[in-house]
């Protein structure tokens, strides 16, 4: 029995076919859901661009409106939604939040692997190793 289906999003159009199967698994179950955007504050990407804190509260808010619009999602189909915006490295923030949360089974989108996913393994990789729980990878 599911009874907590975490989604973890970035707001990508590829990111939207994880978040309506996340719904439609959770409406099956009656589950509820958590909705989780991470701002990457530990990865390569951040590192190499020299992100401020000023745009990092930016990716923070962002993040906010997505989590916001899956919760109103998951509403509208008459289940309990929770949204979290966590900061850290992505696959550690979704693994971390799956067990604090109690989280029943995660649902993420396949992302395209660039250069440097392909030497050190792509955040969606990082979370099939390490997630005790069950993990749906959808693709786009």
């Known amino acids: 029995m599911l009874d907590r289906i975490l989604i973890a999003t970035d707001g990508s159009r590829k990111a939207e076919a994880a978040v309506e199967h996340g719904l439609e698994l ?4 009656d589950a509820e859901v958590h909705a989780l955007y991470v701002v990457e504050t530990k990865g390569s990407y951040v ?8 745009g990092l509260e930016e990716y923070r808010q ?12 998951a509403e509208d189909r008459g289940l309990e939604a929770v ?7 992505v696959a550690g923030a979704i693994v971390d939040y799956a067990d604090a949360a109690s989280i029943d089974a995660v649902v ?3 992302r395209g692997r660039g250069t440097l996913e392909k030497y050190l393994g792509s955040n969606v990789e990082k979370v ?8 749906t990878v959808v693709r786009s």
């Open 108 to 110: 993420v989108a396949e």
């Open 47 to 54: 590192r190499s661009v020299g992100a401020s804190e000023a």
């Open 26 to 29: 959770a409406a099956t179950f």
């Open 83 to 89: 949204g979290a915006v966590e900061s850290g490295a």
């Open 128 to 135: 099939l190793r390490r997630c005790p729980q069950p993990v």
């Open 62 to 73: 962002y993040g906010h409106g997505v989590v916001d619009e899956v919760v109103d999602r």
